[in-house]
């Protein structure tokens, strides 16, 4: 179920407000970016137990191999691609192995994400900005481009999922690279889901707080031509995180199965925003009233420097 305080009725235009009812999941094909871990693979994992098809992405080629392995092992068909989804040519022979194998697309997971180091927007060095917009913003936007006409083709009805954060709804000092691509892809996900209001496919965001994935770890999988072995150490600034308290939420996270449940729940109502966490909808309102009331910027709630009440 949604957070307390945000509707869960389906977007106005669907009558029934279901998109595929749950036995129709079956045969279904889906695609999913960043599949080897996390959001992604609990996704996975939650697809075959429904009977899916599945085309699993991600960067990590022998994690998602075993990944794909141990899915085939529960009767899953399943198709593994290695994929960096920042470049578009990957993401198209991405797209085209899945057309191959199973001729059709019905659900897209655009879920691939990293994370950089925490600190000051103007110490990061410009290698940050291309790694994670490469994969946070780049990777959706070559989904889209790459799979949306196949999918409008075919004329069947069709659900994308675009992974947001709640860092595209919200901001935290120090964690600014991330949350410009996060908030990017979080307008990426609105414009599409109005542009494709008169066709058989629908459009979800998902904005989780901290789930227990591996993303404070993703420079393992960063380019080697996009490190930066000059870089300054993480520096939290202004009451933002620092390592103490990444820690902490580390401790605390969500786990990915139960994203994916709220995941699948949105798709079979229609459901554009998908707010994972109790405290989600008290973050973004206290942004938003801010907004509305003419108020300079105060720190999100959930950050330590945040005045309590």
């Given at each position: 179920m949604p957070p307390a305080g945000l509707p869960s009725a389906p977007r106005s235009d669907s009558p029934s407000g279901i998109l595929v009812a749950m036995e129709e999941i079956r045969d279904r094909v889906a695609i999913i970016t960043g599949a080897a871990s996390g959001i992604g693979?609990?996704?996975?994992?939650?697809?075959?137990?429904?009977?899916?098809?599945?085309?699993?992405?991600?960067?990590?080629?022998?994690?998602?191999?075993?990944?794909?392995?141990?899915?085939?092992?529960?009767?899953?068909?399943?198709?593994?691609?290695?994929?960096?989804?920042?470049?578009?040519?990957?993401?198209?022979?991405?797209?085209?192995?899945?057309?191959?194998?199973?001729?059709?697309?019905?659900?897209?997971?655009?879920n691939a994400g990293v994370m950089q180091q925490v600190g000051p927007v103007w110490e990061r060095p410009i290698e940050d900005f291309h790694w994670v917009f490469g994969v946070n913003l780049w990777g959706p936007v070559h989904c889209?481009?790459?799979?949306?006409?196949?999918?409008?083709?075919?004329?069947?009805?069709?659900?994308?999922v675009i992974t947001g954060s709640m860092s595209g709804l919200t901001v935290v000092p120090g964690n600014g690279v991330y949350q410009m691509s996060k908030h990017a892809a979080v307008a990426l996900a609105e414009t599409l889901y109005h542009?494709?209001?008169?066709?058989?496919?629908?459009?979800?965001v998902l904005c989780p707080g901290f789930v227990d994935t591996g993303i404070l770890s993703a420079d393992r999988n960063r380019p080697e031509t996009l490190r930066n072995k000059d870089a300054p150490p993480p520096r939290p600034i202004g009451g933002g995180w620092t390592g103490d308290a990444t820690d902490s939420l580390q401790a605390v996270a969500m786990p990915p199965a139960a994203v994916a449940d709220q995941v699948l729940e949105a798709v079979r109502r229609k459901r554009f925003?998908?707010?994972?966490h109790d405290d989600a909808v008290e973050r973004v309102r206290s942004r938003f009233d801010a907004i509305v009331e003419g108020r300079n910027p105060a720190l999100d709630p959930s950050t330590p420097g945040a005045a309590k009440d």
């Amino acid at each position: 179920m949604p957070p307390a305080g945000l509707p869960s009725a389906p977007r106005s235009d669907s009558p029934s407000g279901i998109l595929v009812a749950m036995e129709e999941i079956r045969d279904r094909v889906a695609i999913i970016t960043g599949a080897a871990s996390g959001i992604g693979r609990a996704l996975a994992d939650r697809l075959a137990a429904e009977g899916a098809k599945l085309v699993l992405s991600d960067v990590e080629a022998p994690a998602l191999a075993r990944a794909v392995e141990a899915l085939r092992a529960t009767g899953a068909e399943v198709l593994g691609v290695p994929a960096d989804v920042s470049s578009a040519t990957e993401v198209d022979a991405l797209a085209e192995a899945a057309w191959e194998r199973f001729g059709a697309v019905h659900l897209v997971f655009a879920n691939a994400g990293v994370m950089q180091q925490v600190g000051p927007v103007w110490e990061r060095p410009i290698e940050d900005f291309h790694w994670v917009f490469g994969v946070n913003l780049w990777g959706p936007v070559h989904c889209v481009r790459s799979l949306v006409p196949r999918m409008l083709a075919s004329g069947e009805p069709g659900h994308i999922v675009i992974t947001g954060s709640m860092s595209g709804l919200t901001v935290v000092p120090g964690n600014g690279v991330y949350q410009m691509s996060k908030h990017a892809a979080v307008a990426l996900a609105e414009t599409l889901y109005h542009e494709l209001a008169e066709t058989p496919v629908d459009v979800s965001v998902l904005c989780p707080g901290f789930v227990d994935t591996g993303i404070l770890s993703a420079d393992r999988n960063r380019p080697e031509t996009l490190r930066n072995k000059d870089a300054p150490p993480p520096r939290p600034i202004g009451g933002g995180w620092t390592g103490d308290a990444t820690d902490s939420l580390q401790a605390v996270a969500m786990p990915p199965a139960a994203v994916a449940d709220q995941v699948l729940e949105a798709v079979r109502r229609k459901r554009f925003w998908i707010l994972t966490h109790d405290d989600a909808v008290e973050r973004v309102r206290s942004r938003f009233d801010a907004i509305v009331e003419g108020r300079n910027p105060a720190l999100d709630p959930s950050t330590p420097g945040a005045a309590k009440d």
